[in-house]
């Protein structure tokens, strides 16, 4: 069974950083984009920040110089560097994955459990 593993949230102060990291689990042939996604409550999620398998980024205008997106193959973890943080930041953060195991010729969507992020003084 594949599944998406994060750590990496908690609390900080305004301007401080955090590193988030999510590893995919499992029988696992290859993994296309991953990403992640935040939650601020009341609000919709939304995308923060994703990357392809070949490394290229897309970033939310919101977080574009302050976070950074980033993986490692061998390792099926996806990463997110989060830095100058703000109070507005603060939202659960669920990972994703486009994962393909082995023996089957599908493509399906993955999700993390979320992690807390909360940005306070």
């Known amino acids: 069974q594949v599944q998406l593993v994060e750590s990496g949230g908690g609390l900080v102060q305004p301007g401080g950083s955090l590193r988030l990291s999510c590893a995919a689990t499992g029988i696992i042939f290859s993994i296309n984009a991953m990403g992640w996604y935040h939650r601020a409550p009341g609000k919709e999620r939304e995308l923060v920040a994703s990357?392809?398998?070949?490394?290229?980024?897309n970033y939310a205008n919101s977080v574009k110089g302050r976070f950074t997106i980033s993986r490692d193959n061998a390792k099926n973890t996806v990463y997110l560097q989060m830095n100058s943080l703000k109070p507005e930041d603060t939202a659960v953060y669920h990972c994703?994955?486009?994962?393909?195991?082995?023996?089957?010729?599908?493509?399906?969507?993955?999700w993390g459990q979320g992690t807390q992020v909360t940005v306070s003084s």
């Open positions: 994703n994955a486009e994962i393909q195991r082995y023996y089957s010729a599908v493509v399906r969507n993955y």
């Open positions: 990357i392809t398998s070949d490394g290229r980024t």
